[in-house]
Structure formats: C-alpha cells, structure tokens
C-alpha cells in the first residue's frame, strides 16, 4: 500500500506519498476529486486528490501497467500484458478487457471529447469507443509505433515509428497524411491549433509539419544534445518546448516561426529534462529531471523558474489537474507529489 506523507512546511504543496514501486503514469478524474497512480508492480492506486487518502487499489495487469487514462469517457489502463482495460469510474469495478493486438501495449489516449480510445502494441493502433468496441484498426506500420496523440477534435489521431507520422481519420481505413521522416520517431505533439505537429527524434532533432502538408515545407530543428522525448505544446500554439538535454528549449511557433528564429533557453536543471507539460488554459510550463527536480516556468515572460522542488528519484510522470491548480508529480523511487497552483 501507498503511505501519505503530508506536506506542512510549505503550504502550496497539497501532500505527497510513497507507492510502492516506480510510478509509471498518473491521471486526474475529470472532476479533479481523484487522482490515479499506476505503478510498475502491476497495482494501480485511486487517491482522494485533497488529501491524498487512499479510495481504491485496482489489480491493474498482471506484468505490470504502462499507463493510466482518465477521460470523460472512463478511466482506463494499459499493460505488458498485451491488454486494455475499462474501469467503472464510480465503483472501480473492472469492466471490459480488450486486445491490443502484441504483447506489450505502449500507448493508450482518450480522445479530447472521450468519444474514443487509441491504443498502440507493436506495430497496431487500435481505436475503441468509450463502451470498448472495436471502430478501427491499422497495422502495416513498418515498425513499432512509439508515439501517438489526437487531434484536438478528436477526430484523426496520429502515429509515429521508424520512417514518419501517419493521421488517420476515425472510420477510414488508409490515413489522410503521411508525415515522412527518415529516422524514428520518439514523440509526437498536435498543436492545439491542429496546424502542426511536432515530433521528435532518435536522431536528437525536432520535427515540424504544418498542415495540410506540402513537400518542402518540413522543418527539422537540430543542436540537441540527446534524442528528444519530451514535447509540449502551450495553450495557443505559440510555443513548443522540448527536452533532449538539460536545458528546456521552447520555438516560438507564432508568425512565421520557428524557422529563422533563436529558440528560448530554460537553464536550472542538472540532469536531462524527462517530462514537460504546459497547462490546458495557463501560461505555465512544467519540467522535471532525472534527478527529481521539478520546475514551473513561464516562458515568454521569464528566464528564471516560478517555483521548484524536488521529489525522491528521476520524474517519471508529470500531470496538471483540468483546472489548472494543482500538479501532480511521479517518480522512479515511488514518490507522488501534488503541489498547490495559482493561477
């Protein structure tokens, strides 16, 4: 079981637990009421998100889940086990077991609207309705997709492998855009405008397509100093900040950007940057590193760090409640921490 250690020196932090393993993925009920905690040891706990009290533990999968999902459209988990699974967001029940078509699901994402859920394992995405019955399947990628994420209307979503990026749109069969690269993809990020999508690489570049795709339009940004898994998009598709380094580097995607144009340069951390997330209405950007340090920043405005912390062991997973005021924070040793936001 998890053990709430509560936070009384600082009164912006909410209170932290140690788990009982690595944490592998966090997620907010959609009220922001509970928070979920996946771990590596294959149990997934449900805590009160106030006070972090315990609510539930799920048995998950039995080789350990990968992620965690929590949408209007249901709470649902993922893992080694080659399966999804549907949970009753009210009683945690477990509901539907679904295949994912290989033996280790890597990817899972609710669309924005919760209508649908993308899963990927191997080399096959799959896209589900809410309820889990099957609506689409794709799986000719060429190699084991590392990457997906949606449109913010919910109605294409995209995968990213060795070679490039393919959009599907829900209910057609062959994807309406093909995004090449050739190198593979490690990450992948749709503006929230829906004009481009980033991706980031094995080869330690960032990739750029504005959409509808033309040839010759493609932008790839290099000087990093490992390869890049670490997007994130701000809330009006101005900036994109990226890892692949100690350093966080935000492109100023505004106007004709990024081309031509010197990237911001977020220096604080001492270990390479392993998670990064901007707030859904906010302006502030959180990162953290593999030796624990967290950091909000608001880049555009300041160089510097809002506010840092740390927590025990390298973040290994980063999530902004919907409202924007309070984060959450995951590590490798076990600890969550939920720190208090002003907007």
């Not at 997620?27 to 998100?49: E, M, N, Q, R, Y």
Request: proline share 5%.
């Amino acid at each position: 079981m998890s053990r709430v250690v509560p936070r009384t020196i600082d009164p912006r932090s909410r209170w932290s637990l140690v788990a009982n393993d690595h944490v592998s993925s966090l997620a907010w009920s959609p009220d922001d009421k509970h928070l979920a905690v996946a771990t590596s040891a294959g149990t997934i706990f449900v805590h009160d998100a106030a006070t972090g009290a315990g609510i539930a533990e799920l048995p998950g999968h039995a080789s350990g889940p990968t992620q965690v999902r929590w949408s209007t459209g249901g709470l649902a988990t993922c893992g080694q086990d080659g399966r999804v699974r549907l949970w009753d967001a009210t009683t945690y029940e477990p509901g539907a077991m679904l295949d994912a078509g290989a033996n280790w699901v890597d990817h899972l994402a609710w669309s924005p609207d919760g209508a649908f859920l993308a899963s990927a394992a191997g080399r096959v995405l799959r896209i589900w309705n809410a309820s889990g019955e099957l609506r689409a399947e794709h799986a000719d990628f060429p190699s084991t997709i590392a990457a997906i994420c949606w449109r913010p209307d919910g109605k294409a979503v995209g995968a990213g492998c060795y070679g490039g990026v393919r959009l599907f749109r829900i209910g057609e069969d062959e994807p309406y855009q093909d995004l090449a690269w050739k190198g593979s993809i490690l990450s992948l990020a749709w503006s929230p405008s829906a004009r481009y999508v980033a991706a980031g690489s094995q080869e330690a570049t960032v990739n750029f397509w504005r959409l509808p795709f033309r040839d010759g339009e493609q932008l790839h940004m290099s000087g990093y100093a490992t390869k890049i898994r670490e997007l994130a998009w701000d809330k009006d598709s101005w900036f994109l900040a990226t890892g692949g380094g100690e350093i966080v580097t935000v492109w100023n995607v505004s106007g004709k950007g990024p081309a031509g144009t010197r990237p911001l340069q977020l220096e604080g951390h001492l270990r390479n940057v392993t998670h990064l997330l901007y707030q859904s209405r906010g302006s502030f950007l959180a990162s953290g590193d593999g030796e624990g340090r967290a950091m909000l920043w608001q880049p555009g405005k300041s160089s510097q760090p809002v506010r840092e912390g740390g927590i025990e062991g390298a973040v290994s997973s980063v999530v902004w409640s919907h409202d924007d005021h309070a984060i959450a924070w995951g590590s490798a040793a076990g600890e969550v921490a939920v720190w208090n936001v002003s907007r």
